[in-house]
Structures are given as structure tokens and as C-alpha cells.
């Protein structure tokens, strides 16, 4: 609920907020936002990639791609200089995607679980 608001709150604002559906249901969300910390300012315009999410049964069928395409040309139209997001370093395909969309790394995320069953419990 919190990343649906908050999507919507960008999309109101321009940002690339977008949902992708079939038969009239939501089976995608994408969330940038051009998130500003106060006073303080970035040397570059940024817009944050904070995720794309699609469905199970609708997944390895494009809509991702076409999510973030979607997106890159509303940031660009939005006048941002970069866009940042996350993702895991063991996931190859998602990597092998966000590259071929002309990103690169360039920070690590680090995790630490702070209760174990908590873990097993949410996979």
C-alpha cells in the first residue's frame, strides 16, 4: 500500500508512475520518483528507481521491459540527468536487462537479516 501511494503521489508530480494491465487488472507497477532531500541537492537531477513489479503468471513476458522503457522516456522528457535503482547482484537476469537498457553499476547494497525466522517466513 505504502509504494502505491507513494506512486501515486509521483505520477501526480510527472514522475514515471506506471501500472500496465490485462482484462482491466493491474499485473504491473513500475515506481520512479524524482525524490528531493529538502535543501539538499544532487550534482545531477536524479530519478529514482524504486521498483518494478509484475505479477507471477504475467512475468518473462515482457511487460518489465516495456515498463522501463516507458519510463526512461518519461524521465527524459521530465528533464532528469540519471536515473539510480537497486537490484541484486545475483540476479542475472535482471542485470543482463537493466544493461541492455544502458545501465551500469555503481553501488553495492548491503543486507543483514535481523531475525532468521523472519527470513524462512517471507520467502
Same mark, same amino acid.
Given at each position: 500500500?505504502? +509504494?502505491?501511494?507513494?506512486?501515486?503521489?509521483?505520477? *501526480?508530480? $510527472?514522475?514515471?508512475?506506471?501500472?500496465?494491465?490485462?482484462?482491466?487488472?493491474? /499485473? %504491473?507497477?513500475?515506481?520512479?520518483? !524524482?525524490?528531493? *532531500? !529538502?535543501?539538499?541537492? #544532487?550534482?545531477?537531477?536524479?530519478?529514482?528507481?524504486?521498483? &518494478?513489479?509484475?505479477?507471477?503468471?504475467?512475468?518473462?513476458? !515482457?511487460?518489465?521491459?516495456? +515498463?522501463?522503457?516507458?519510463?526512461?522516456? /518519461?524521465?527524459?522528457?521530465?528533464?532528469?540527468?540519471? &536515473? +539510480?535503482?537497486?537490484?541484486? /547482484?545475483?540476479? %542475472? $537476469?535482471?542485470? #543482463?536487462?537493466?544493461? #541492455? +537498457?544502458?545501465?551500469?553499476? *555503481?553501488?553495492?547494497?548491503?543486507?543483514?537479516?535481523?531475525?532468521?525466522?523472519?527470513? #524462512?517466513?517471507?520467502?
Amino acid at each position: 500500500d505504502a +509504494l502505491w501511494r507513494l506512486g501515486m503521489d509521483a505520477a *501526480t508530480g $510527472g514522475d514515471p508512475a506506471l501500472v500496465a494491465t490485462q482484462d482491466g487488472l493491474p /499485473i %504491473g507497477f513500475l515506481l520512479w520518483y !524524482g525524490i528531493q *532531500t !529538502g535543501p539538499f541537492r #544532487a550534482r545531477w537531477r536524479t530519478c529514482y528507481w524504486l521498483g &518494478v513489479f509484475v505479477v507471477p503468471g504475467a512475468r518473462h513476458a !515482457g511487460i518489465a521491459g516495456a +515498463l522501463e522503457r516507458a519510463a526512461f522516456a /518519461i524521465a527524459e522528457r521530465q528533464g532528469y540527468a540519471r &536515473v +539510480l535503482g537497486l537490484g541484486s /547482484i545475483r540476479n %542475472g $537476469g535482471q542485470n #543482463a536487462a537493466v544493461s #541492455a +537498457l544502458g545501465m551500469w553499476p *555503481t553501488h553495492a547494497l548491503w543486507e543483514r537479516f535481523l531475525a532468521p525466522e523472519r527470513r #524462512a517466513a517471507t520467502r
